[in-house]
């Protein structure tokens, strides 16, 4: 948390009704595959979950859900006037869990390698990436779309020629890709 993020959010505590027995809870509320959005909320902090993550930073507490604990390593929670309060977040949602497919064999580990390698980094150009979510062992990979990628009107293409072009040319098992990414939810894409 930047020093403007903590100023701000303990201003905002400290005006709410009995802010001393306030936490704020920091949560994940997309689920897995799309694009991270987050909840806010000042809550009494006696009222935490047993499991959630607890912490006191200079005299304000954060809390955690232990689901999200580990996606939210490494991201930095700042303030600026022009866009208010900012997530910045290193890490990428998880895979969609979606039956039928098969996300833990050879074919899956050779996709995943080329995603994090190749695609990916091509794709944080444009600030966007994909996650893959597994296999239907008839040559379709399935992927979601996030980043700038997410509602962009460039998205069938680069998944097309982009991504299918190179999981394809090196992994014989798959032949085509498939995007399940729901686009119309997009919010910041590279495009417009």
């Known amino acids: 948390m930047t020093p403007e993020a903590h100023a701000r959010l303990a201003s905002l505590r400290d005006a709410e009704p009995e802010g001393e027995r306030l936490g704020l809870r920091l949560e994940i509320i997309s689920g897995a595959g799309e694009e991270f959005r987050y909840d806010l909320v000042f809550e009494e902090v006696t009222k935490a979950a047993f499991t959630d993550e607890v912490r006191t930073i200079d005299g304000l507490k954060v809390i955690i859900p232990s ?25 990428r949602p998880k895979a969609p869990a979606v039956d039928g497919l098969t996300s833990d064999d050879a074919t899956s580990a050779a996709v995943e390698a080329i995603v994090a390698s190749e695609v990916n980094p091509m794709l944080a150009a444009h600030g966007g990436f994909v996650t893959y979510a597994g296999h239907d062992g008839e040559g379709t990979a399935y992927f979601t779309m996030g980043g700038g990628c997410h509602g962009c009107s460039m998205s069938r293409q680069t998944m097309l020629e982009g991504v299918q072009t190179m999981v394809s ?23 417009r």
Not at 67 to 91: C, F, M, Q, W, Y
Not at 170 to 182: F, K, M, S, Y
């Open 67 to 91: 689901k999200d604990v580990d996606l939210l390593r490494g991201s930095e929670l700042d303030h600026t006037e022009a866009k208010g309060l900012i997530i910045r977040n290193p890490n």
């Open 169 to 191: 040319a090196q992994v014989p098992a798959i032949t085509r890709v498939r995007d399940l990414t729901d686009h119309s939810t997009g919010e910041n894409p590279y495009y």
